[in-house]
């Protein structure tokens, strides 16, 4: 829900839990179209950098 109001290109960070959120999470947005291109565990969350992709 948080891609929906950015355009392709921005830049995006997310906190996701641990197990299936992170498991689950940067599968489904790169089907979406969107590019996973960081991830690194903070202090209890992952932190997961996202650019946008362009309109489905």
């Known amino acids: 829900m948080a891609l929906e109001g950015c355009e392709a290109g921005d ?3 997310l906190l996701l839990d641990d ?3 992170i ?4 599968p489904s947005l790169e089907e979406q179209g969107h590019a996973v291109v ?3 565990w903070r ?3 992952w932190e ?3 650019r946008a992709g ?3």
């Open 11 to 13: 830049l995006l960070r």
């Open 43 to 45: 202090g209890g969350a």
């Open 19 to 21: 197990g299936e959120p």
């Open 38 to 40: 960081g991830k690194s």
């Open 23 to 26: 498991e689950n999470v940067p």
């Open 48 to 50: 997961l950098s996202v």
């Open 54 to 56: 362009g309109p489905s």
